[in-house]
């Protein structure tokens, strides 16, 4: 089974910037869509940024529009997400994601993806 590995989570300041990249454990992995959800302690884990491997469509959660770009590399199998102008709000563990099988509706919805990788923490100060 096809593992999703994150990195670049870490503490910032509000307004500071971070990278972070999502890396699948097979060189040959091949996915319809890929998305970014993040989770705060004691809610439900969201939404935030998705993109279609082949045509490059992307899509943004309100929240983040104009702040956070969700980008692929196909060279390298590997998605990333550039967050710049962080809050405290964007707070959370941020996960990525995966449809591997075909089915591709609505690229917001959790119960969409089938890979999900473990995590990493992003924190910002105030």
């Known amino acids: 089974q096809v593992q999703l590995v994150e990195s670049g989570g870490g503490l910032v300041h509000s307004g500071d910037s971070l990278k972070l990249s999502c890396a699948a454990s097979e060189r040959t992995f091949f996915s319809y869509g890929m998305a970014w959800f993040r989770q705060a302690p004691g809610k439900e884990r969201e939404f935030v940024a998705a993109i279609n491997w082949s045509a490059g469509s992307t899509y943004y959660a309100n929240s983040v529009k104009g702040r956070f770009t969700i980008s692929k590399d196909n060279a390298k199998n590997t998605m990333s997400l550039q967050m710049n102008s962080l809050k405290p709000e964007d707070t959370a563990v941020y996960y990525c994601?995966?449809?591997?099988?075909?089915?591709?509706?609505?690229?917001?919805?959790?119960?969409?993806?089938?890979?999900w990788g473990q995590g990493t923490q992003v924190t910002v100060s105030s």
């Open positions: 994601a995966s449809q591997d099988r075909g089915f591709y509706s609505d690229p917001t919805l959790v119960d969409v993806y089938n890979t």
